[in-house]
């Protein structure tokens, strides 16, 4: 976790070095698999510019007996954030989407935590677990979020 906010920290300087660059808008980011917690720990590095993150069946969200859990570090999350659980992957972790939401709700962090009718890999086009229907409301949800998230 620290690694990965050291790295959206730089990140994040880096682009706001950048000719074009308008630093007055938030920046969105979005994860699949493993990478889910990369944007919760990214959010959490750099909240005065990370204003959108999302991942989608993203696995390792609840990790209690780490104090990086990225349920954990939402107390320092300014963005909105966009949750989407595999089905197959609720199944095995039921609690952890309610965790999520809880640990959401009490850092006050807009926070959308669903399960998706589609297994671990349903947004990925050349996934076997591809699910275009699935696949068509996370984007549509992933577009909503960066739509009301812009500053």
Same mark, same amino acid.
């Given at each position: 976790?620290?690694?990965?906010?050291?790295? !959206?920290?730089?990140?994040?300087?880096?682009?706001d070095?950048?000719? =074009?660059?308008?630093?007055?808008?938030?920046?969105?980011?979005? =994860?699949?698999?493993?990478? =889910?917690?990369?944007?919760?720990?990214?959010?959490?590095?750099?909240? #005065?510019?990370?204003?959108? +993150?999302?991942?989608?069946?993203?696995?390792?969200?609840?990790?209690?007996?780490?104090?990086? #859990?990225?349920?954990?570090?939402?107390?320092?999350?300014?963005? #909105?954030?966009?949750?989407?659980?595999?089905? *197959?992957? *609720?199944?095995?972790?039921?609690? *952890?989407?309610?965790?999520? +939401?809880?640990?959401?709700?009490?850092?006050?962090?807009a926070?959308?935590?669903?399960?998706? +009718?589609?297994?671990?890999?349903?947004?990925?086009?050349?996934?076997? !677990?591809?699910?275009?229907e699935?696949?068509?409301?996370?984007? !549509?949800?992933?577009?909503?979020?960066? !739509? #009301? +998230?812009?500053?």
């Open positions: 976790a620290e690694t990965i906010m050291r790295d !959206a920290t730089a990140i994040v300087d880096w682009l070095r950048q000719e =074009g660059v308008d630093q007055a808008k938030g920046i969105g980011t979005q =994860g699949y698999c493993m990478g =889910g917690p990369f944007t919760v720990w990214s959010a959490a590095a750099v909240p #005065s510019r990370i204003k959108a +993150a999302a991942s989608f069946h993203g696995g390792g969200l609840v990790r209690p007996d780490n104090p990086m #859990s990225p349920h954990k570090v939402l107390g320092k999350v300014d963005a #909105s954030l966009l949750i989407a659980v595999a089905r *197959d992957d *609720d199944a095995k972790a039921p609690a *952890d989407k309610t965790t999520f +939401a809880d640990a959401a709700k009490a850092a006050e962090v926070a959308k935590v669903e399960v998706y +009718a589609g297994d671990h890999g349903w947004m990925v086009s050349d996934s076997p !677990a591809y699910n275009a699935a696949a068509a409301r996370g984007e !549509a949800d992933l577009k909503a979020l960066y !739509a #009301s +998230a812009r500053a």
